[in-house]
């Protein structure tokens, strides 16, 4: 059964800290590994992973894959107070319909 | 564009009512998915779909029914809900092929009393 996990379950910092969110997984079938951010609805998709060691980049941002230990992570730098939300990654594997396995999330909480 | 929506965005029921939950998107997707989400749980898959007319189970499929009889529609039903069922509903479509990028719906927030 696949599976995902990420830790921290939540995080406290200030504005401005660098803060690094973790998922680790475990699947029959990699085909992807995504991050989304979710604010107070409907989760917003960052990055789409494939290959080990390609860090996706944007803004702030940036995340890289490593297939071999099987983990992922997400770093935001110069945090800001609209960062505050959960952050979710998500593990595209086993079959071709797409399904997508969540971790449960971190909660990201910026202070101003 | 509206991109993923549904309907309704918030509902109350008691226990042994049932409801339908609306699903519609416009970005001419094959595949759809219902998720639920609870507290400390991230998001499940409850059915999906690959395609007009096609559904199947996902991991959580107990007291849940879907139809596709539209390409842009999907629809939960709950025939007879229960309180384990109080959740936040999510709906999600994809186009295919090698992106794995689902767009999801704002959600509906459902208590069942």
């Known amino acids: 059964e696949d599976k995902v996990v990420q830790s921290p379950l939540s995080l406290v910092v200030h504005e401005g800290d660098t803060v690094t969110l973790n998922c680790s997984y475990e699947?029959?079938?990699?085909?992807?590994l995504l991050w989304y951010k979710q604010e107070k609805k409907a989760p917003t998709f960052l990055f789409m992973l494939?290959?080990?060691?390609i860090e996706k980049k944007s803004g702030r941002l940036s995340s890289i894959l490593d297939k071999k230990e099987l983990f992922s992570i997400l770093n935001i730098t110069a945090t800001q107070t609209g960062d505050s939300a959960v952050y979710l990654c998500?593990?595209?594997?086993?079959?071709?319909?797409?399904?997508?396995?969540f971790g449960q999330g971190t909660i990201l909480t910026v202070h101003p | 564009n509206a991109g993923v929506t549904q309907t309704p965005k918030f509902r109350v029921l008691k226990t042994g009512q049932s409801m339908t939950l609306l699903c519609a998107q416009d970005?001419?997707?094959?595949?759809m998915y219902w998720y639920r989400q609870d507290p400390g749980m991230g998001l499940r898959l409850i059915h999906y779909?690959?395609?007009?007319?096609?559904?199947a189970k996902g991991e959580v499929p107990d007291g849940y029914n879907v139809s596709r009889l539209k390409k842009q529609n999907f629809l939960l039903g709950l025939e007879s809900a229960a309180p384990s069922q109080t959740s936040v509903y999510f709906c999600?479509?994809?186009?295919?092929?090698?992106?794995?990028?689902?767009?999801f719906g704002p959600g509906t927030r459902l208590t069942v009393t």
């Open positions: 998500a593990n595209a594997g086993g079959t071709s319909y797409g399904k997508l396995t």
């Open positions: 699947v029959t079938n990699f085909r992807s």
């Open positions: 494939t290959s080990s060691g």
């Open positions: 779909s690959v395609g007009e007319g096609t559904t």
């Open positions: 999600a479509s994809r186009g295919g092929g090698s992106s794995y990028e689902q767009y």
């Open positions: 970005m001419n997707h094959e595949y």
